[in-house]
């Protein structure tokens, strides 16, 4: 009885909302041209009539209140039929968020229609289920295929063409079995080719699939898909993706150095971890990818497997295939960065597994969680370690530390063994420990300091301004609340608060640079949250979802940035005023001979990959070596190597004094050896070269 009246409402209130949608809709058509006779008025300067003004107004009271009485008698039909009410109102609801959109009244009148079917065929029975949740990523898909087809004209029109051809094609194969292939229509998507034929194959893939009915399991596709979508969403190459030259010079300059023969840390410190800051450039330049735009496209397709890491996360939290489905498909709109970002990828990995040997109690998750946070901080230390923390927190509380150490072990030994086949083991614990780990005070930028956007009462404000620092402090405060019934013994239920802590430890982020680095588990955890919640309090979960999902803003997400992506011309790789300080270092570069080189005192170490010239300091910025040992280090790098004939002092384009500290200071003893034996030679375009006295 209160599930008739909550869905006899939901129509009455859609009905209505439609009526007011069709009033905003016909409101232009009554905005008259002023007439002669009219009194003097600001609208008549502005050139219209009063009477327009009345007749809009009138017409949204009187819309509304029919439709609402219609709703009314609607109700009465559709209530029966469970589907067709919320279908009928969904659809209904649709028609003000198209006007947001830049709708207009033919999409509003589309609606309408799309309505008046679902009442016409309420007695069909398309046996909707939990399974029909892969239909949000057959929509997309389709919508993908309709702009490439420019079916639709607008954005929005598209879209709404799209859902209601998979609306009318999931009633005609009533069994959400058959839609399970549909997704893969994604990978035709994917590379850029002649749109219309990416288009008809992702179609025949989305609406012929169904009718053969083929039965594959979910948590097989739902991986897979959600790493399609984000690739297709980009497109192969990607347009929007461009060069930053100071964050770039750490991972394309120790690449590039490792091509020439030179060994990680011993050589060349990768400053963010091994795989993320050298091996995986070195192993796309080995197979061939020798421009940076295909090096930093080669990164971003990596990235993705972010994607992936979250889904395997809310998985692991809920146990709900779908739920994980649901769960990333909201990341893409409320954190899209954090499902291209390559570096925290393995460390969310490790969190899930974290989380799914809490929940299944099973010690075989906690090794393979040691494994995956080995590999965590290979790929970026900070991660790595933020991860490292939190599982040895659960797999204490779990009574798994051994099988959590079992798996760091399994992990660790054989890459030391690796490292120490290739001959920079030491370097590489040494650099960790003593450099990397113990140079990262030099990171801190200011004291401590409540986010100015936590300042504010509105609770709905400070969650559309930062809902990363406001996510924090209920991680902190929901997670020690939870844990706090069992502290020292693990529950089944733990998973989003072990998730809580996570994002806790990786505020450290915060406290150093002022980075919110635990964003890219905000969504995870706020969906397991919530999940938790609805066994509990069932009503608050629901308006806590539903604020979640307008701070996301969906519809943007698909009528705004979808195409915009897809159409989407290739962007350029560096600004002007970067382009011209590489063409005056190319000019310099003209004056060396082929062996030489220079020493990089400006954080633009990426010019050594560009000008295809050797990087003779170990360091690839200046911040790495404010030691004073560093200091005297990198001297006798220079001092020894006689084909280093300059040094750069300033390359405008790059973060040549990162924090506003100048390099002078933070590295004294250097600058004083590069004024005593270098002397001003070169100066285009702002970018200055000294010379080798």
């Not at 790493?227 to 190459?237: G, K, R």
């Not at 992936?308 to 409320?334: D, N, Q």
């Not at 460390?347 to 590999?375: E, K, N, W």
């Not at 924090?659 to 933070?666: F, L, T, V």
Request: with cysteine; glycine share 6%; hydrophobic share 55%.
């Amino acid at each position: 009885m209160r599930e008739d009246a909550a869905l006899s409402w939901s129509v009455r209130a859609s009905t209505a909302a439609f009526g007011f949608s069709l009033a905003i809709a016909i409101a232009p058509r009554l905005q008259f041209a002023a007439r002669p006779s009219d009194p003097l008025s600001a609208l008549k300067l502005a050139g219209y009539r009063p009477s327009g003004l009345i007749l809009q107004f009138a017409l949204a009271v009187l819309l509304t209140a029919a439709l609402a009485i219609a709703g009314e008698r609607i109700a009465r039909l559709l209530v029966p039929h469970r589907w067709a009410a919320i279908s009928y109102s969904v659809a209904l609801l649709l028609a003000p968020i198209a006007l947001m959109h830049f709708g207009n009244l033919r999409h509003v009148l589309l609606l309408g229609v799309a309505a008046a079917a679902i009442v016409f065929l309420r007695r069909v029975e398309p046996q909707f289920t939990r399974g029909d949740v892969i239909l949000i990523l057959t929509t997309l898909s389709c919508h993908i295929a309709f702009l490439d087809l420019d079916f639709g004209g607008t954005p929005v029109a598209t879209f709404l063409r799209a859902a209601i051809a998979v609306f009318i094609a999931r009633l005609l194969v009533r069994d959400s079995e058959a839609w399970v292939l549909t997704p893969l229509a994604l990978a035709a998507q994917i590379v850029r080719i002649t749109p219309w034929i990416s288009a008809a194959i992702a179609l025949v893939i989305l609406f012929g699939t169904p009718f053969l009915k083929f039965r594959v399991s979910r948590r097989i596709i739902y991986p897979i898909a959600v790493v399609l979508y984000p690739l297709a969403v980009l497109q192969i190459p990607p347009a929007a993706n461009s060069a930053n030259f100071f964050e770039d010079s750490h991972n394309i300059v120790v690449a590039g150095e490792m091509m020439r023969g030179e060994k990680p840390y011993a050589d060349i410190i990768p400053t963010h971890g091994l795989l993320s800051d050298g091996v995986i450039d070195y192993v796309a330049m080995q197979l061939g990818a020798d421009s940076l735009r295909s090096l930093l496209d080669i990164r971003l397709i990596a990235g993705t497997i972010s994607s992936l890491a979250i889904f395997c996360l809310v998985l692991a939290a809920t146990g709900s295939a779908e739920m994980a489905l649901l769960g990333t498909l909201l990341a893409f709109c409320l954190s899209p960065g954090a499902v291209i970002w390559l570096r925290p990828s393995a460390a969310l990995f490790a969190l899930a597994a974290m989380v799914a040997g809490t929940r299944l109690r099973s010690r075989r998750y906690f090794l393979i969680a040691g494994a995956l946070v080995v590999v965590a901080y290979l790929l970026s230390v900070d991660f790595g370690i933020y991860s490292a923390i939190a599982g040895v927190f659960a797999a204490f509380r779990a009574r798994a530390l051994r099988a959590f150490a079992i798996g760091v072990a399994a992990a660790l030994i054989p890459a030391l063994l690796i490292f120490a086949i290739f001959g920079f083991v030491a370097d590489f614990i040494t650099v960790n420990l003593f450099e990397i780990l113990g140079g990262h005070g030099v990171y801190f930028v200011r004291p401590l300091e409540i986010p100015e956007c936590l300042r504010s009462p509105a609770f709905v404000n400070t969650l559309e301004r930062c809902i990363e620092a406001m996510t924090w402090v209920l991680a902190l405060i929901a997670s020690s609340i939870a844990l706090a019934r069992s502290p020292l013994r693990a529950k089944r239920s733990d998973g989003p608060w072990l998730i809580g802590v996570w994002i806790v430890v990786a505020g450290a982020s915060f406290v150093e640079r002022g980075n919110y680095h635990f964003f890219v588990a905000v969504t995870p955890f706020i969906v397991s949250a919530l999940f938790v919640m609805r066994r509990y309090a069932r009503t608050v979960a629901i308006v806590l979802a539903v604020i979640i999902v307008l701070r996301a803003e969906p519809f943007r997400h698909v009528i705004t940035v979808v195409p915009q992506l897809r159409a989407a011309k290739r962007s350029r790789l560096f600004d002007a005023r970067t382009e011209a300080s590489i063409a005056a270092a190319k000019h310099f570069a003209a004056m060396l001979k082929p062996d030489e080189t220079f020493a990089d005192f400006s954080n633009s170490a990426l010019l050594y990959w560009l000008l295809k010239r050797d990087c003779p300091l170990r360091q690839v910025e200046v911040a790495n070596y404010q030691s004073i040992e560093a200091q005297r280090e990198v001297i006798q790098r220079i001092e020894r190597n006689p084909r280093v004939r300059a040094v750069l002092v300033a390359f405008p384009g790059s973060e040549q004094n990162v924090d506003g500290i100048p390099n002078s200071a933070r590295a004294p003893l250097v600058w004083s050896y590069l004024r005593q034996h270098f002397t001003p030679s070169f100066d285009e375009a702002g970018v200055v070269f000294w010379k080798r006295r």
